[in-house]
């Protein structure tokens, strides 16, 4: 016995490290074991007893390094608070354990567990320091009051604490056997709360004066740290065993979610057979645009192509329309959303009243559409559209209150007559020969043959030697549509000026189409020709800025305010000035209302000074005016609006244009 005990006392450094050791691994394993939506009390205070581990498990080794090092006094003082916060942990785990089944206690443990409130464990740190300063050697004497304030009664509560909750909780427990952990663990924290509260250094007041560390070793020949190791070691093992409980809980809740499953299972295969039905309706739905009722774009990409395997198998055409409202735009920000989505709806009724029942009608998205037509021929296809767009033309679409007119570009393409190897590829030229349409004015049909090149080569067959003409027709194509909807936008914009000049709405499309007229005859080449009916389009673009009450006073303007209505062309010019691609046209917006004699404005030019696009647009945009209801006058008939721009020949307006407009009403139905 001498020799273990000679042993033990010359490895005392070896027994701190392995002490600290047991509770750094309590401390680790209590943190890394999930508890998480746990139901059990126990698993809200755990954190409590990991954290006392951790901080005494330092502690432990700070002695062990006292012992290889020597003493030294600040290293004394940081192990002294270091061990008075981990028995003070220790203590508020014993005193939360005590509490977790209080409800189910006995009158006398009822009672006593009153006192044990959360400001008893800050209250005896504080007698620690108290009866600390008393004595000499503070620090000393405080390591011993921290162990009987803190340490043994810490023992007693924990120990107390888990065979009252076990006893409590017995029926949760029994079938995990984890009875033996709570048992070694309260037995364990009950002769570690002696050992480590009551078996102190030796000092000169009671009882440390009579039961100490020295008392003990001269009658077990075994120092005290060697049992406080053990005791950390079984606590260890019982904790690191009580935390089986989670694993099973989580195991217990798996189980109750899987009898659940086969508890539901028979009604499950109940509604199997409504579930297939729903999934079938969900599916069509799938398949549908929710607002217009037509198919869309993904059962389009569906369909086309076993409509085109079809027509290659049995050598039948198939013709695709391609529809999009122009300037739709316009009419959401001017009429608001609402009104534009029931315009579409009564667009795709409208189409369906006019295609064949056998015709499948698709939204292919915002305001464009497409018709697959099975066995339609490219000449039949071209005839239905011609019929849809005069249907179109001629409704009136709106609630009542708010009506508007629709024009609609329509594009076809069509198999064999445009040959493709996949049935998208249908769809994809149809939206090419769309972007031609919209260039030359919209609201017309074209197929692939308005858009062969004066050579009578189909402009979109042209074939390069690389992939490069792949990218740069992808490239002119995108720019093309990206252009054409910052000139749609900014017409939307434009249209905004129809509900402060009541007469602007279609006076803009009877001027585009007298001044594209106009620019054909006199022979102006085709990219000018294009500037011209954007110009057309935007001339009065610059009303924006004029207040709607002297755009419709019906009498005599004032000096000042026909002043701000010659500012209109300048305004104008000045919101399109940012868009660059529409640089060409900013002069003919300037300078639309400039005289022949050099009176007009803003800038007074004279003759063949003013833009050419300017005399057209000036023409026709004054028989427009001239044939328009306006607040201070009615229309003039159309004869005689043509011999007032005739009388003006020469001084308001170039004398060649005006004789060309003339032989143009002449002859031209249209525009007579």
């Known amino acids: 016995m001498q020799t273990i005990s000679n042993w033990f006392q010359n490895n005392m450094d070896l027994v701190f ?18 508890k998480k939506g746990s139901k059990l009390k126990l698993a809200n205070i755990l954190w409590v007893l990991a954290y006392f581990g951790l901080t005494h498990s330092i502690n432990e080794w700070l002695d062990a390094w006292e012992i290889i090092k020597g003493y030294n006094r600040s290293l004394a003082g940081i192990r002294f608070y270091i061990l008075l916060i981990s028995y003070f942990f220790l203590f508020e785990f014993g005193r939360r354990l005590f509490l977790l089944e209080k409800e189910k206690y006995p009158v006398i443990l009822k009672k006593f567990s009153k006192c ?35 340490g043994f009664p810490s023992g007693i509560l924990i120990g107390a604490g888990f065979i009252l909750y076990y006893y409590y909780e017995r029926q949760i427990f029994k ?18 709360g002696v050992l480590g509260g009551l078996i102190v250094h030796k000092s000169d007041f009671f009882p440390s004066n009579l039961l100490n560390k020295d008392l003990f070793l001269s009658l077990t020949k075994i120092p005290v740290q060697v ?49 297939l039905k729903t999934n079938e309706n969900l599916r069509r739905l799938a398949l549908r645009d929710s607002h217009t009722g037509l198919y869309n774009h993904g059962y389009l990409v569906r369909i086309i192509e076993s409509e085109l395997s079809r027509a290659k198998r049995y050598e039948h055409p198939l013709s695709v329309i391609f529809m999009d409202i122009d300037f739709f735009k316009s009419i959401n920000d001017v009429y608001g959303h609402q009104f534009g989505d029931l315009v579409l709806k009564q667009f795709a009724n409208n189409l369906q009243k006019v295609v064949r029942s056998s015709d499948i009608l698709v939204r292919y998205g915002g305001e464009e559409f497409v018709v697959i037509l099975p066995q339609i021929s490219i000449v039949d296809a071209m005839a239905l559209s011609g019929r849809i767009l005069a249907s179109i033309n001629s409704y009136e679409f709106g609630n009542g209150t708010q009506t508007v007119k629709l024009k609609v570009s329509i ?18 030229l149809a939206d090419k020969i ?5 260039e030359h004015g919209g609201n017309r049909v074209y197929s692939s043959e308005d858009t062969k090149n004066n050579k009578g080569v189909p402009v979109e067959t042209i074939q390069e030697s690389s992939d490069v003409s792949t990218l740069k027709d992808k490239i002119y194509r995108l720019t093309k549509r990206a252009n054409q909807s910052v000139i749609e936008a900014t017409a ?6 129809e509900i402060k000049d009541y007469h602007t709405g279609d006076h803009v499309e009877k001027t585009v189409l007298y001044a594209t007229e106009i620019a054909k005859a006199l022979g102006i080449s085709g990219e000018s020709i294009e500037n011209i009916q954007q110009a057309s389009m935007l001339h009065d673009l610059g009303k924006v800025g004029i207040s709607e009450e002297i755009l419709s006073k019906p009498t005599n303007l004032t000096e000042e305010e026909f002043m701000k209505i ?77 011999r007032i721009i005739q009388e003006e020949a020469g001084s308001h307006f170039d004398p060649e244009i005006v004789k060309i407009f003339t032989e143009i009403f002449n002859r031209d139905t249209q525009i007579k």
């Open 116 to 150: 044990l409130s959360w400001w008893v464990a800050p209250v005896l740190v504080l007698c620690i320091y108290f009866l600390g300063a008393f004595f000499n050697e503070s620090l000393h004497s405080e390591e011993i009051w921290t162990r009987y304030l803190l």
């Open 434 to 438: 769309l972007i031609k349409a919209k």
């Open 17 to 34: 490290i392995l002490y600290g050791l047991a509770f750094f691994i309590m401390g680790v394993s209590i943190l890394s074991q999930p």
């Open 227 to 275: 049992f406080r190791l053990i005791c950390a070691a079984v606590a260890t093992w019982s904790i690191v065993g009580i935390s089986r409980i989670f694993n099973w809980e989580t195991i217990k809740i798996l189980e109750e979610e899987i009898n659940k499953r086969k508890k539901f299972e028979a009604e499950r295969e109940k509604l199997n057979e409504q579930l």
């Open 492 to 497: 939307a914009f434009a249209k905004t000026i």
């Open 566 to 642: 010659k500012a209109h062309p300048q305004i104008g010019a000045d919101i399109i000035r940012p868009i660059q691609f529409m640089q060409s046209v900013i002069p003919l917006i300037r300078h639309h209302h400039e005289r022949w004699d050099g009176r007009g404005y803003p800038a007074e030019l004279k003759g063949k000074e003013i833009p050419i696009g300017a005399r057209i647009i000036a023409v026709a945009d004054a028989y427009q005016a001239l044939t328009s209801d306006r607040p201070y006058r009615k229309a003039y008939s159309k004869e005689e609006a043509i």
């Open 175 to 192: 079938p995990i056997g984890v009875r033996r952990y709570f048992i070694g663990a309260s037995l364990t924290f009950l002769f570690y």
């Open 411 to 428: 594009a076809v393409s069509s198999y064999p007559n445009d040959y493709v190897h996949r049935g998208m590829d249908l769809v994809e």
